[in-house]
Structures are given as C-alpha cells and as structure tokens.
C-alpha cells in the first residue's frame, strides 16, 4: 500500500536523514547532519517522520565522488537521491529515506570510459516492505550491491522488456509482437512462481499490461488491470501505466461517474495520480479535456491535500512575468507614502515572504491574521500584509492595522498596472495567500489558509533546506 499517499508534498517525499561515516579507522564517532534546518521543524514532525517505515541506503565511497538513485514520489515521478563524497578517505554515507511505498522499485543509472567508448551501467532493485536497508558501494559509474538481500535485483526482467519495446518500432506485426509479449511474460511468470517470489510476478505484470498498452492504446485487458490493481509497486512501470492509461482514454472518461461510489478509493487515488501527470504536461495544455479532467481532480483526496504544489505545476503563469509585476507593485505605507513591493521586501529582509490579501470588513482575513499571531511560525518567512479595500477606506485600513499589530501592512494603489497583477494572479476572493522566496519567485500561487491543518506544516516544509547537493 501507499504509506502516507497524500503527506509531505513540498519534499517529493523523499525526506531522508544523511549520515556520514569514515570507515578507514576504528573511530566510533560520527558526524551526523539532519538536512531540516534546526529550529524549522516541531517535535511532533521530526517524531513522526523517525517513527514511519523508511529505507537505510548505505553507499561506500573509497575516494572523492558522486553517485545516486531515482526513486518514485507520490506522483510516481522520479525523485533523485544523491550521494556526495567530498573527502578523499574512504567513507560510508547512509540516508533514511521515508517509504511512501511498501514495495518500489528502486534505479540505478551511471557510465564510465572503456577504451576511448562510454559504458553504460543500468540497475533495477525490487525492494519489498521486509527490506529496510540495502548497502552498495561505488566503483567508478557503476554500483554493487553488497547487502545480504535475497535477489532484489530486477535488472534481467526490465532489460528483456526493453528489448521487445524497441521492436514496436520496427516492421513486425503486432499479432507477432503480441505472441512474443506473451512468451516473455509467461516465462518470467513461470520463473518467479518456481521460487515463491509473488512481488516480482506482480512487476512482470506491470511490464506485461505497459507493453500491451503500446500495442493497443485502448485495450479492455488494461483497463481491467488497473481497476483491480492492490498495493501499488512504486516506480517508473506503474508511472508510465497509469500516465498513458489516463492519456489514451482521456476522451471517454466519464468524469461525473468516476468516484468511490462506483470504483475502488484504489483505482481513484491511482487516477488521480495520472491525471495530475496529465495535466501538469505541458503538451496536454491546449486539450479540450483539460477542463473538466481539472474539475475533477479538484474533488480528489490527492488534490485537497496538496492544492498548493498540484497548483503550481498546473496553472499555467508566465513566472517572470509574475515575479517583475510584483517587483513593480504600487503600495502605500502607513504615511501614505507610495513605495513598490520590491522596496517593500528590502525593508523587511527574509528568505521567504507570505503575502497576504484582506480587507477591514473580510472577517476570514482578520480570523487568518490573529491565528498566525499564535502560531510558532518558521523564522525564515516574513508576512506582508496588503489591503485591497477602497480607495476611500485608507483610514479604516490604518486603524484596523494597528489594532491587529501587523508589521508589516500596506494599502494596495489602484492602478492599472497593480489591476492587471490582479487579473494574473486570479484574485477573485479573499483572503488570499501567496508564497514567494527572497527573490520574488513565485513558490505557491494559492496557499492554504491558517486555519487549515496543513498551512503550518506546509509553511515548514517550504522553507526547509533544499537537500539537492
């Protein structure tokens, strides 16, 4: 099953703890570095991600190097997990990584020069719910495994469907490539039964149903497939299954009818996985169905969870667009002296700014306001209030901002140039939330309001340290 389908967005759930480890001496300490910025995240977080299921993966590194992994979001995009050596002695560097899925597949891609000639290195690793650490070390572009797990390399079964994929392109008929399709699933199927090993039949099938789905786009056999599909393996077969299930039959669905009445809460996280994936693909953007898949994938429990992130990569928003508008947005302070936001932000530096749109009559605005006031609010992120009232009502505005003690209010001048912000931005109610980073660069267009659950873990996990090296 998925662990946590709809938690910890803002990180891909690729939350991982690093620990680095000389092994060339009998020393027992050891530096250990959490990459969550100290005092940025609560207890109860912290706690709750050391308690869930994760994987230890281990990477020995004899000298000065690099190296690393893709594994599956919850998106079932590829995230990549990276292991930096900076020093030349030998060195172990471990990174916890929270499962999202019980069972993923797990790959491994590098190269090293031969002869003048790039040799390339492909891995898969099958890692099911017993496995909690695999241990590998580096040897030049390529990795080896050193860990005492029963066989979870897979690098056989996806080299040999890799092979017939190619083919598609070629001349064969499909009756031809359907016959061998069906000859390479049998004999994975009957290698794996022999031995007990159930998972790796159930990723065969993967392989199995992706290739048939090539043959024929609309086939009743997928369609049945992925309606009765349990525990999904986490990994790029079942990304690409579902991604082009939802494309190929984008038309037909009946979206009215697509809920947990009629299908499996399985079949419909698992859509609406695809759909986001569809939607967020820049080249889908001018269908005709991505209206209503859109409205759809609204109602999902993926989406209400992550609104914010979904957004981001939905919404289609020229960023520097936003980012110079925004620069060039015409406020007043509290002496009615006008000033542009980019001045704004110079006088209250930070890494991260949550700006917030209200007026004096929105009591949801105000209600937002004093519930920030009691919240332990990250360190790294400043609140620029900006009041949309009338022109009319400054004084109301000044008053109303004192007795709340906002810090940093301003009055927002109605103008064209801020009225057309406006209009790109889609400020059709309030209050409003958007979250920019130091400079200006738009991070979520549509954030969660405070009274929200998820407003200060998403506040946290924005503004913790990007872990990419």
């Keep these: 099953m998925i662990k946590n389908l709809f938690h910890y967005s803002r990180l891909n759930c690729l939350l991982f703890l690093i620990v680095v480890l000389p092994f060339s001496s009998c020393k027992k300490e050891q530096e250990t570095t959490n990459f969550l910025k100290d005092k940025l995240i ?25 190296t690393g992994f893709n594994m599956a979001d919850r998106y079932l995009r590829s995230n990549y997990l990276n292991f930096v050596n900076r020093s030349e002695k030998d060195t172990v560097i471990v990174k916890n990584i929270l499962k999202i899925y019980d069972n993923q597949v797990l790959y491994f891609g590098g190269g090293r020069l031969v002869d003048g000639s790039v040799k390339l ?14 241990r590998f070390e580096y040897d030049n572009g390529d990795v080896h495994l050193k860990s005492n797990t029963d066989n979870c390399s897979v690098d056989d079964l996806f080299r040999d469907y890799k092979k017939l994929g190619l083919k598609l392109s070629k001349s064969k008929t499909k009756k031809q490539l359907e016959k061998e399709l069906d000859s390479l699933h049998h004999f994975y199927q009957q290698q794996y039964t022999a031995v007990g090993k159930k998972l790796h039949a159930r990723l065969n099938d993967y392989h199995y149903i992706n290739t048939l789905q090539k043959l024929y786009p609309l086939d009743k056999r997928v369609e049945d497939y992925i309606k009765e599909l349990k525990d999904p393996i986490g990994g790029k077969p079942l990304g690409f299954l579902i991604y082009f299930y ?6 037909t669905f009946n979206f009215d009818q697509l809920n947990r009445q009629n299908y499996s809460p399985e079949y419909i996280e698992l859509l609406a996985i695809g759909v986001f994936n569809f939607l967020r693909n820049t080249e889908n953007e001018g269908s005709k169905y991505f209206s209503p898949a859109y409205k759809w994938l609204q109602g ?13 990569q939905i919404i289609r928003i020229d960023k520097q667009e936003f980012t110079k508008k925004l620069k060039n947005l015409k406020l007043f302070d509290h002496s009615f002296g006008e000033l542009s936001f980019a001045e704004v932000v110079k006088q209250h530096p930070s890494n991260y700014y949550l700006i917030d749109f ?9 209600d937002g306001m004093k519930t920030m006031k009691k919240m332990d609010m990250p360190n790294t992120i400043a609140i620029i209030s900006i009041s949309v009232d009338k022109t009319d009502d400054k004084d109301k505005w000044k008053t109303k901002s004192s007795e709340l003690e906002l810090t940093a209010s301003y009055f927002l001048e ?12 889609e400020l059709q109610s309030i209050p409003r939330y958007l979250v920019v980073d130091k400079n200006l660069n738009l991070v ?17 996990e924005i503004t913790y340290t990007d872990s990419r090296e």
């Excluded at 939802?246 to 038309?251: D, H, P, W």
């Excluded at 999902?300 to 981001?312: G, M, N, P």
């Excluded at 109605?414 to 931005?425: D, G, R, V, Y």
């Design 42 to 66: 609560d207890n109860a977080l912290q706690e709750e991600f050391l308690t869930k299921d994760s994987l230890s993966i281990s990477m020995i590194f004899v000298n000065k190097s690099k």
């Design 121 to 134: 290195f492909h891995h898969y690793y099958l890692i099911d719910k017993s496995i909690s650490s695999l």
């Design 246 to 251: 939802v494309k190929n039959r984008i038309a």
């Design 300 to 312: 999902t429990a993926l989406y209400k969870a992550h609104k914010v992130e979904i957004d981001s």
């Design 358 to 366: 209200w007026a004096t009559w929105c009591a949801p605005c105000i």
């Design 414 to 425: 109605k103008n064209s140039a801020n009225k057309e912000f406006l209009k790109m931005i």
């Design 444 to 460: 979520a267009l549509d954030f969660f309001h405070p009274s929200e659950p998820d407003f200060l873990r998403k506040l946290q």
